[in-house]
């Protein structure tokens, strides 16, 4: 079996510095990595190697290969060097002056050339990169290929005698088993592998094995498929997001001094946030919901938004009436209709619900002989039925799913993608502007898109759902589902978890996230004690998951989550950069740590210094009056 990986090399983002005077980014000194989820891919791929060459005769031989492959400048031969030494067979770096600029479906589609050279077997992509966030470039790359992809996989196996992979999918309720035949793609996330360094002797073996390099002339004739002239969205400026954080530490006499003059400070916090003094947060999910726009214009479709629903436990989940409320205030600009998108089997009530929350139109897709939402016959559905319609904007929610459904669409139809964003404007010239953060959250891009219709993901939890209007009524249609007859994938087992917690997590208005520093799992039912005193979500860490204490969907950071409660309780934290990127949006932060040196304390507004167990319960007695009146 060949394995080609996809890797990138990035710097590392917690050294990234900002000048927030000239509004201008400071890369000079920063150190390159090649990103930390296309490492783990590149593990598991040579484990596989290695399985095969172990196992019987007829599996092992010279054509089991990893071949590790980067698009970027020739400094990212050292990435490829990394990749050598961790057991890669050879390199091929894509590098040409021609590439700069390249949006994800540039990227991919130069990656895609370059992987059509190799034939592979199976490719392997991280989840995302630790610099863009987007999550984009496999699924598009996959759709480009004309093969099926995996995404959020966190167990990968493969199956000899049907030629054939096994993976475990990260969902937002639980996972999935599924089965898909090679050649595929699949993006692999925390848990596929084990982190792994290369050491001083592999590097310098890693030196005597092959990179080759290719150029975009090797690759097509044409270069304007290349770079900034091949990518279909831009950046029309970057905003910085200068730190709002107080970073300030409370030594009181007693850890009940300490909490009352937390406490204080939090309920002055709360009220200059309220009156915007510093505040650079969407609004909360918690705040009034805003009432519809009174007028429709349901049979106006030349400029159309539609809203892809996501349906969980029967009902329609939270972001989709986030999504409807945000169309729904476009469509004041617009004048045209907001349709949504139901894909499956109409639940009970929910064309009502979608009319209630916004809907002029309900679309149906049947999707009961197609497979799973992320599988190439759903995409390729609802890809024809957007190149039919063309509408002014499609709105996916930034899930698992939503990810994935945009992304091949996108591939598809070569139309512009905006991955994660956090809001949607429409500017003076009629163009949608989506605003995405980048770089932990930092940067602020505002993206526009040189095709239509504009195509997005949002993040849950970052909008407001709408009043619903409960006599509003929708009209519904159902969409082509043709018979699809290509490779894909099939949906072996679900399992949904409904405990978990991630569904509320994402509009929580109050949370409490632990860490490692909280001593061992003994300890969670008293935290969780604490946390349902004051009404607060539980979160944690990716380290916290690793351990197996708490699952995956309530976990905040660069591989969870990202969260935007009014108040975020940090307790046994630690707060390097993977988890604080996913609380930029939190109003305010208090922090309890026995450690005065870790990071949480400068991405905190207020810090107390010393055990959880003496100082977490007097803290949380005297937050309750304060956050009663949330």
Known sequence: MKTAVCVKYVPVVSRITFDYEQKTIIREGVPSEVNPFDVLGLVRAVELKAELDAGPGDNAGPENEVVALSMGPPQARDGLVQCLALGADRGVLLTDRAL????????????????????????????????????????????????????????????????????????DEGYQVIECPLPALVCVTEGVAAETFANREQLAAAQEKPVEELSCAQLADDPSQFGLAGSPTWVED???????????????????????????????????????????????????????????????????????????????????LELLGKARELTGITRSEVAAVLIGETADGAAGALAAHGADRVLTLDNARLGPVCSR?????????????????VLFAATADGRDLASRIAARLGLGLTGDAIDLEIDAAGRLVQLKPALGGNVIAPILSKTLPNLVTLRPGLLTPPEPVEDATAPVEALPAPTFDGADLTLRETHNQEDTGGIALAQAQIVLSVGMGIGGPENLPEIQSLAGAIGAKLATTRSVVHAGWLPHQIQVGISGRAVAPRVYLAVGIRGVFDHTVGIQKAGVIIAVNSNRRHPIFKAADYGIVGDWKENLPPLIEALKPVLAEL
């Open 100 to 171: 700069a600029g390249s949006d994800t479906l540039a990227t991919a589609r130069a990656l895609g050339l370059a992987l059509e050279r190799e034939k592979p077997d199976l490719v392997v992509c991280g989840r995302n990169s630790a610099d863009a966030e987007t999550g984009q470039v496999g699924p598009e790359l996959a759709e480009l290929l004309g093969i099926p992809h995996v995404s959020q996989v966190r167990k990968l196996e493969y199956r000899p005698d049907s030629h054939s992979i096994i993976a475990e999918r990260i969902t």
């Open 238 to 320: 970057i905003r910085l997001v200068e730190p709002s954080r107080l970073g300030l530490m409370i030594e009181g006499e007693t850890p009940e001094a300490a909490a009352q003059q937390v406490a204080q400070l939090l309920r002055e916090r709360l009220s200059s946030l309220s009156e915007g003094e510093g505040d650079t947060r969407p609004a909360p999910a918690t705040a009034p919901a805003p009432a519809l726009e009174t007028t429709r214009y349901p049979d106006d479709r030349r400029r159309s938004i539609w809203v892809v629903a996501e349906t969980a436990q029967g009902g329609l989940r939270r972001v989709t």
């Open 377 to 393: 016959a759903v995409a390729g559905a609802l890809a024809d039925a957007i190149a039919a319609a063309q509408p002014y904007a």
